[in-house]
């Protein structure tokens, strides 16, 4: 079926070429922190985890949300979500690769990466969240490339896959708690130790996951005739608001313990997030505009995409909707869960985090690569699409 | 054969570059390198075969056993006791890594990241 | 495709997979015997002991006087340049790529569940050496992916800098910001190398290891020696009832950092 990525018109291939642009620069820019080293980046010894992990956590669960759209149809027999189930699987694999591609640009030695699987450390969560994306990425492109080959056929899919595919649901919760739980055993980091880290987590997963599908699923009708059917967004944006309210709902929650204990290591941390932490006379602030920024797209989003108007007639607004809400919660997570773990540090001191040119390159290029990979994924899936409504 | 005119001549590039290592140093290859041996040692910590093949894992062998086991009981070469080390033991008899170490690993095309760490002797 | 071909290529296809998986599983086994005893002797280095006193093993300890170290601020530097010399710890100009094993800090700092508006004059104005506490419970060893740092049967929490990946995930697990990590090539910004130890390389991590290539032949750690007249620094075996470092826990009234996280450390303070 790869020959359907192929052959494409003009924009599609200028799509790729601009991708494919950044990912060149990214490479190049990689060289450069390869032979140097991670001193290239923005880390420090007190923040010793930038924005590569910030957007691995991030993708980790938009890779996760594609769950909400096979849940439905395979569980509970949704038929509405059968023409996008391939998109949430198709979505899932690329974003598992960026997850992938951004931890060996974090990694201080990369070309030992196998000693992870040469020595496995079960008490360690990072070799558990090894084995679990790895194995959601398998199950996806299983499950993807099979069920999208019976389509195409027009056959029913094999009776074998079923049961791959009722693994990946699992796997696909499990993912993102694994993640979570990367970040909610550490003793040392009291913002990040909250059990309500995982269901933090997936909540906001299964917001921008979807989010994400929506924004895609319209750009699809209007450059590739490729038409989700009205229900079927309608439902995966009803799945949106419950979940991105669920997230805010969990955020608030943190508040309030953070607050109204008025204990220092649940506080501070929320403190110079939203408001600006002060120490010795110094105001550390960096990430407030960002902080703000999330709390503003999440309420801009989600009041576009519950208005009965844009719900029932505009595609403009309802894609604009939901890229807010992805932004928004990709301000939480990325920027604001994981960098916000570090300040203060262990000694209660306070040192801020700022990425440096290289390492914004290669982020973005990770993206790109990313996206490269979703196209040409997307193309194959609306390709066999087509040959089969022919 | 459909598209021979292609695949042909496809096949035939394939082949050429995947025996790149056969042909393309064809009759380059010098002679074995000489190595400067020790003046004041006669044996190494095991004969001179043995440890030309195995001293890759003899020393990841050392490596555990000191680092991960607290195993640091000495060895004995020529009546003389000695750590189980890299820096301590091997380079305070094969005083130069470019005579001894780097002679035989330039010729094999070999690049072992001990010294990435590990202090070579000065020269 | 023909079914038949198609079938053909089915079969072919598992058997391959089949013959290749059974030679891995058999060299498994046969070598399987040869590794359990490395494995046994590896694993050791990494379990946990979780309660404290082990009859019979060591278990190293420290005990660090803190008004020797306000009384005499030169005993902190002595302290630091032993132990960064002897490890060819590097010292780089910009703070970002800081490394350090020991260093002096305020008690604020080194004790942040104890604040204190209102400090004696001592405390307020002087600083007291941290270093990694060599937990019982450590959280960094649970992180490891790799088990490139361990906690070995003698107490130390060691780094295995041939393993380790560069991850950092023992760097957020830390409770007490021990550790540091190689965010650039280390060897140039050593000022005078100490021959008879390796320095590191780019992107691992490192950290105090309680001198253990100096203690399992009998010797003090660098730091310990360094300030050995002043006694600011004691170092011994908390298994031995009968040690140094026992008799001046049992004397004196010690504090350790951080806990109530549980992490059990091995390094204790006089207040």
């Not at chain 1, 591609?101 to 000693?115: E, K, T, V």
């Not at chain 2, 020529?78 to 890299?86: A, C, D, H, N, W």
């Not at chain 3, 390796?198 to 309680?210: L, Q």
Request: charged share 15%; with cysteine; aromatic share 14%.
């Amino acid at each position: 079926m790869f020959e359907k990525a192929l052959k494409g018109n003009n924009y599609y291939w200028m799509w790729l070429a601009f991708l494919g642009f950044f990912v060149a620069v990214a490479a190049v820019c990689y060289l450069r922190q390869y032979f140097y080293g991670l001193g290239l980046t923005g880390m420090t010894r007190d923040v010793s985890w930038g924005i590569y992990i910030s957007q691995f956590t991030f993708l980790v669960g938009v890779a996760a949300g594609g769950v909400m759209l096979v849940l439905p149809y395979y569980i509970h027999n949704y038929k509405a979500f059968g023409k996008i189930t391939i998109l949430g699987e198709f979505l899932a694999i690329s974003s598992l690769l960026m997850c992938m591609m951004f931890i060996m640009a974090d990694l201080g030695q990369p070309l030992r990466g196998l000693n992870v699987l040469l020595y496995p450390t079960p008490h360690s969560m990072l070799f558990w969240d090894m084995c679990v994306l790895w194995g959601y990425l398998i199950l996806n492109a299983l499950c993807g490339w099979v069920i999208l080959t019976a389509e195409r056929k027009q056959v029913h899919p094999p009776k074998w896959i079923y049961f791959f595919v009722y693994l990946s649901i699992p796997f696909a919760f499990s993912i993102h708690t694994v993640t979570a739980m990367l970040y909610c055993g550490l003793p040392g980091r009291h913002f990040w130790l909250s059990a309500i880290v995982a269901p933090r987590f997936l909540a906001s997963a299964f917001a921008a996951g979807p989010a994400l599908i929506v924004v895609m699923a319209l750009i699809l009708k209007r450059v590739a005739n490729f038409d989700a059917g009205k229900e079927a967004i309608n439902k995966m944006v009803t799945i949106i608001i419950y979940a991105a309210i669920a997230n805010m709902f969990f955020v608030g929650l943190e508040f309030f313990v953070g607050f109204y204990s008025d204990i220092p290591g649940h506080k501070h941390t929320l403190q110079y997030l939203f408001f600006g932490l002060e120490h010795h006379g110094h105001v550390y602030n960096n990430l407030v505009p960002f902080m703000w920024g999330f709390v503003a797209l999440f309420l801009v989003g989600i009041a576009l995409i519950t208005h009965p108007y844009t719900r029932k007639q505009s595609d403009l607004w309802l894609g604009l909707g939901c890229a807010s809400i992805f932004l928004a919660f990709w301000l939480d997570k990325g920027i604001g869960f994981v960098l916000g773990g570090f300040v203060p540090t262990p000694t209660e001191e306070i040192v801020q985090y700022y990425p440096t040119l290289n390492e914004l390159f290669i982020t973005v290029g990770v993206w790109a690569a990313g996206f490269f990979i979703l196209t040409i994924l997307y193309k194959i899936a609306i390709g066999v699409e087509h040959e089969i409504e022919a | 054969m459909y598209d021979s005119g292609k695949i042909i001549p496809g096949l035939i590039i394939f082949v050429l570059f995947i025996t790149i290592p056969i042909w393309y140093n064809r009759g380059g290859a010098s002679t074995a390198p000489k190595i400067e041996l020790p003046k004041d040692a006669k044996t190494c910590v095991l004969p001179a075969a043995e440890i030309r093949a195995e001293h890759m894992k003899l020393l990841n062998v050392w490596r555990d056993e000191v680092l991960r086991d607290g195993k640091r009981a000495a060895i004995t070469i020529e009546g003389k006791q000695y750590p189980k080390s890299l820096m301590l033991t091997c380079m305070k008899c094969h005083t130069s890594k470019k005579q001894f170490c780097d002679k035989c690993h330039t010729y094999a095309s070999v690049e072992p990241y001990c010294w990435d760490c590990h202090l070579a002797p000065v020269e | 495709m023909d079914t038949n071909r198609r079938n053909f290529l089915k079969v072919a296809g598992i058997s391959t997979l089949a013959g290749l998986g059974g030679t891995a599983v058999v060299d498994r086994l046969v070598a399987g015997a040869g590794m359990a005893q490395a494995s046994t002797s590896t694993s050791h280095g990494t379990e946990q002991a979780g309660t404290a006193a082990k009859a019979g093993a060591t278990r190293y300890g420290m005990v660090i006087d803190i008004k020797k170290f306000y009384q005499d601020p030169s005993l902190g530097e002595k302290a630091v340049k032993a132990c960064h010399q002897a490890h060819n710890v590097p010292n780089f100009p910009d703070k970002r790529d800081e490394i350090k094993w020991i260093w002096m800090t305020k008690f604020e700092n080194a004790f942040p569940e104890k604040p204190n508006l209102y400090q004696d004059e001592a405390t307020a104005n002087n600083q007291l050496p941290i270093l990694c506490n060599h937990c019982d419970n450590p959280p960094c060893v649970r992180a490891c992916p790799t088990k490139a740092t361990f906690r070995g049967d003698d107490g130390i929490v060691g780094m295995d800098y041939h393993r380790c990946i560069g991850c950092r995930f023992c760097m957020a697990a830390c409770p007490y910001g021990s550790r540091s990590f190689n965010w650039r090539d280390p060897r140039s910004f050593v000022a005078n190398l100490n021959r008879d130890y390796p320095a590191r390389t780019r992107g691992v991590v490192e950290k105090c290891n309680f001198c253990v290539e100096r203690v399992q032949i009998g010797q003090l750690p660098a730091c310990v020696e360094a300030v050995s007249e002043s006694k600011a620094l004691i170092f011994g075996n908390l298994n031995d009832p009968n040690s140094e470092l026992r008799k001046i826990l049992k004397e004196k009234h010690t504090i350790q950092r951080n806990p109530s996280l549980g992490t059990l450390p091995s390094v204790f303070y006089i207040v």
